[in-house]
Structure formats: structure tokens, C-alpha cells
């Protein structure tokens, strides 16, 4: 036995070097032990599904909403860059490389600098971020529990709130966890618009929780949005995943937006250890004001009217790993508008075709109903069979089957709770 | 609508309120990932730290929750206290992060990472994660090798003394009274040590690496097929035949690590199956390290052995 006799084991014990044994690290040094981490997600699907447009009466879609592409099609195939820059910032580079109608597009998800630990509990973040507000918000996609995005965020948000600007988060010095947060941003994009400085997003944000024993913890979240823009387009009530807008204009103009949410998670797993068993459930509440002058333009024939909206929208999901490797789902999402429109100009568009077309006459009440089994062999690797029942608000119902995989190349950051 | 803006201001009140009351204590917090090192923390600091552990023995430190409540206590801690060497990397870089706490960072005092402090096994020639989930730094599972345990102590004391310069005497002091207090156990367990010595187990993930190495016993097969990875039952066959033509002498499991396998291979090996502590509180008379060290020896000598 190597270090069997103990008098020997001590007086080792008094020499530093009794570590550096030949087992150590190389001690080799290469510029590439600098690389920041490089992580890729490979996302593709085949989509069963008979419509193929996403419409929410009531909503004019915007951001990343829609249905996924039928048949074979690819996600988002996620290139993340991160690091340590050195001891003061963290950054990290988040592109989604998209492949649709025959066009490739990269899009920019996230690019940002975060402080390091600062002290007094505040962390100070820039550039293009997706904002605090919410739970699944922050969340990337790849790591959703579903095939798809919720559609009271894909209809309120267009997919995530995301935006450019700055964010002061703070958190307590307390026993019990509770972080505060603030961002001003561009408020330029959904469901925002441009606005001639570019600086009209406010985001207040405040999150609580803790542990119930050793196997369950919780966390609360209450959030606001607001901003204010000259103009949005939207692509009325049709919209078509990344495709354009429609030859006809649909705009709102002079325009306010708010958003207010709550959100809530709690995670069971017994004694703690998720690796074998575990289940989630998880809830979100959104609500959405809005007003603004809209005009819809088509040819040369348009409309004009004030409109002031409500739209609401809920999902409460649970999932639960019944052996390693194996989780089932459940998802119930549902969505309402509420709009009321006055001083309406008829400029060869009558009203009818005005709600219509704009996407703001409200009927029906869009939702969905989703099960899903995935299967994920490691951390890396996960496979996906999901069926939704959409029940789009005009009475007619889709039923949709997705079976998806998202596998993780290259080194792969924690997850955030 | 002037009611929002008082309701809010009265809660700010209430808040600062908890800030500034909190109990002002000289003592320094410690944020230890696993109980072996809230334990040496414990050991070596006394009564001048208070410590809060992550995990608890019946829990697997590679998969923990970054949650609301580990966020809060990092955010305070003054030393943090690890295993490293990647075996938290699912969960302590956010941890790390979130915290905004600066005392804690990597690379300042109040960062100690227990297995980067010593020679670590199993550093894989390459990486490549169809071996499953392996460290790049090599094995993290450092503290059943006393030897090792013993020069992270000191290690750690005197990072202790860096960060509290004060009281550096005490803590050389301790660190010694704990390195004497390990020795004699270890020279108790002698008998036990000399009849480990040479003997096949088989094991269950790379924990026990360095009590292995130790011990100069050897693991002719893993219940994991590549670590981190549960056995599927064709596995299991598999082992079985190789059990057979190998003629190990038990199977060694961790109290937090799932059982069922590891029942299924030991009765239809024949092979006798010991459940150890592995950490603090892994059963109930393995309450400190030095206490550690005699019931694990004592439970492979009596369970496996015999
Ligand atoms: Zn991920
Ligand atoms: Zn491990």
C-alpha cells in the first residue's frame, strides 16, 4: 500500500509538494485554455398539423409568433458563446440560426455583459438581453419543456420579451431569497415600436422563494412592463412564422403599451435528487393594455380608428420524470382579448373588414391543450413527442403532433432555476 | 391612485427594515457544497464560522438546483467551499453569478474549490462525451483519501487565516488538532486497512476513486457505464458475466446513489452488498470525518469480508 505507514504519512504531510504527484495537469499552457465556452444546440422537428398559420383573433402577432413549418423543418439551432472576460464581467453571445422558405437567417437572441459580483447584492447587465420579467421569459427555447412557446407569450410577446438596454437587478441580504430588478430599454421591439429615442422600455421585476424541506422548493415572481412608440407594424391577425408581413399596411401609431405578470414555480424531487424522479409545475398569468391610433392601409383604400385593448392569457403546465431519462407533460394555455375601438374613419375599409384585417376584433377565446413524453439519454441529447389541441377562437380546432430533438454540443452552461 | 405609491413606500420601510435588523454577528458565514466540506469547515474554523451545507449525504451533489434559497446564502457567504474540479458545474457557476457576491468569486480568497488543492485521478487523456460524463480536471471525489483530506485542511486553514488574519493562530491550531485526531484513528484502523488491502469491488460511479487508491484496492467494474449514467438492465447482465470471471469481494454503494441496481447484481452475484456513509450524516454514526473514516472501514472489513 502506497502511504500504509502513518508516521511516514505525517512528516509528507509537511512538504507542499506531496500533491504534485505525476497525476497533476500537464501544467501545459495554450492560447486556447482562453477560448470562451462555445455551446450548440441542434434543434429539428417534424410538425404534423393541418393549419399553417397561427391565428389569435384579437391579437396582432408580432416577434417570433407562429406555428412551426409542416413536415420536416429546423428550430432554433442555438450558437452560444460565454465566458469570464476577466474579473469584473461575464459576457455571453446567444445567435439562433433559423432555416426557413429557402432562406437561412441568424438572429441575434442575446449579446450582453453582466458584472461579477459588484457587492451589496447588485449585478448591473447590458445590451440585448431577454428581460427578467417572467419565469419562462429568460428561459431559451431549447430549454423549454414544450415543443413550443406558451401562446399567451407568443401572443404578448411575440416568443420572449426581449430587448436592448440595461438592467440594475438587486438582491436582499436576507435568509430568504428575494430579488429586486429594473431595466430601461430601446422599447423599440414587441410589443413596443419604434420610438423616435429609442428608450421608451421600463421593466420592474421583483421574484421571492425558498424551500419547503429538503425535497421542494418554490420561487414567485411579479412583473411589469410599459413603453410607449410611434409606430408598430403588425402583420394583423394572419401571421406566418419569420415570413412578411402582408402587402397591406396594418399599423398602430402615437402608442402605449403595458404588461403586468405573475408567475409562480415549484419543484418536488424526493430527498432532492432530481436524477431519478422529479416534477414541476409551473403557472403564468399575463396581462396586457394597450392603445393607440390604428390605421390599416390596403391599396388605396384604408381605415382609421382609437383603439384600447385589453388581452389576457394564462398557461399552467406540469412535468413530471417518472424514471431517469423519461418525463411526461401537461399543458393547458388559454388567451383572451378585449378591445374596444371608437372614432372609427371608414377611407373605403368598413369596420368589419377594418377588425378583420388589423387583427383587433375580438371573438373567441384561442387555446390549447398539450401532452408531451420526452426522453433524454444524457444532459446532452433529448427527444420529444408532443400533441397539442389548438382551438383557435373561430371554432376550429388542430390537431397537432410534433416530434422534435434539441441536443447540446460543446460545453454546457448550468441551467438557471 | 395615490394608495399604490404609500402601500409601495410602506413595504420599502418594512424591507429595510429586515436589512438593517439583521442579527450583526461576528461570526463568518461559510457556503459549503457538500457535508464533508461544511464538516471541515466546521472542523478547523470552530466557532468562528457558521456554516450552511448545499447537500445533504442522501443527495447527489452532480444534480442540485441553483435555487432561490442556495442564491440567498451564497450572497452572503464570506468563504465558499467545494469540491471543484467540475463536479458542481451544473449548479455553482450560477450560483456564483447570481450571487453577486464579490468575496466569493473565482480566483478571490473566499473561493476554495477542495480538490484542485491536490493531485486529482482519472484526468482523461481527451475529452469526449460519448464517455459520458467526465471531468476534465479528473476526478472530483477527493475526501475518502485521508492523505489528501489532510493536506486540503491545511490548505484550508490557510486560506481561513488569509481571509481572517486574526484569528490565523487558532486556526493552525485546529488544523493540527484535527490532523493529530485523524492519524490516531487511522492508526487504530490498521488491522482493517492491512485486510482491505488487494481486494476487488465493485463500485458505483467514480466515488470512490481515491479510497481505492488508498486502500490499494481495485474497482473491476462500475455499476454506471459511463459515469453519470444509470445502469440499464442489459447492462446489468453484462456485469454480471464479468462479476462472475472477476470474483470480486463486494459492492460498494453510496447511501445517496440509487440502490436498486446494485440489490438486483448483488443477489444474483452472491456478492455481498455494503451501503457506506460517504459523506457526513450517510448514516448515523458517521457524524464527523474522523468518525467517517472508521465506520466506512469498519462496514467494508465486517459486511464485505466476511
Ligand atoms: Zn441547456
Ligand atoms: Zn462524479
Redesign the interface.
Known sequence: ????S?SL??A??GTAT????A???DGKISSNQFNPAISLILDARYTDLDQTELELPGFQLGGEAGLPEKGFSTGHNELTISA?ID?RF?GSLNTAIIYSNGETEIELEEAYI??????????IKGGQFFSGFGYLNGIHDHAHDFADTPLVYDALFGGHLKDTGVQL?W?????????LGAEVTSGSEYPSGENADNNKGRTLFA?????FG?SS???LGASYYQSKFDVREAGGGHHHGGEEAPEADNELLNGEVDVSGIDFVY?W?P??????RNFKLQAEYLIRNEKADAEFTEDSNSAEAAYDGEQSGYYVQAIYQFM??WRVGARYDAIEADNKISSFVDNGVDQDEFLEESGLGAEGKPNRSSVMVDYA????SRLRLQYSKLENGHGEKDDQIMLQYTMSLGSH????? | MNRLPRKMSQLLLV?AF??VA?PASAKLNAFACEPEWAELVREIGGDKYRVFSA??A???P????????L???V??ADLLVCSGAELE??????L?????????????PGYFMAAM?????E?PQHLD?SH??IHA??NPHVHLD???L??IA?KLSQRMAAIDPDNSAYYSLRFKLF?RQL?KQ??QL?PL?AQL?GQKVVVYHKSWSYLL????MTAVADLEPVP???PSSSYLVKLLKQIRQQKPAFIMVAA?Q?QKAAKWLAKKSGLPLVVLPYTIGGNDSSNNLVELFADTLEQMVQQGLN
Do not use: C
Request: net charge positive; charged share 20%.
Open positions: 500500500m502506497k502511504y500504509r502513518y504519512l505525517v509528507a504531510l506531496l500533491a504534485s504527484s497525476l497533476a495537469a469570464n474579473d461575464y453582466e458584472t461579477l459580483g459588484l457587492g451589496s447584492g447588485l449585478t437587478r438582491l436582499a441580504p436576507t435568509d430568504f431569497y428575494l430579488l421574484k421571492t422563494g425558498g424551500d429538503v422548493s418554490w420561487q419543484k424531487a430527498n432532492g435528487n432530481g436524477k431519478q431517469p431519462s439519454p444524457s444532459h446532452f452552461g448550468a441551467h438557471s432555476y | 424591507l429586515f436589512v439583521l447537500t445533504n442522501f443527495q447527489n452532480h444534480f442540485i438546483e441553483a435555487r432561490p434559497s442564491i440567498a446564502k450572497r452572503r458545474i451544473g449548479w455553482l457557476p450560477l456564483l453569478r447570481q450571487s453577486a457576491n464579490p468575496n466569493i468569486q473565482t480566483d478571490k488543492q491536490v493531485s486529482r485521478l484526468i462525451r459520458g460524463d480536471d479528473g485521508p492523505l489528501r489532510i493536506s491545511k490532523r492519524n487511522l492508526n490498521a486497512i488491502e487508491d488508498w486502500l490499494d453519470g449514467v444509470a445517496y440509487d
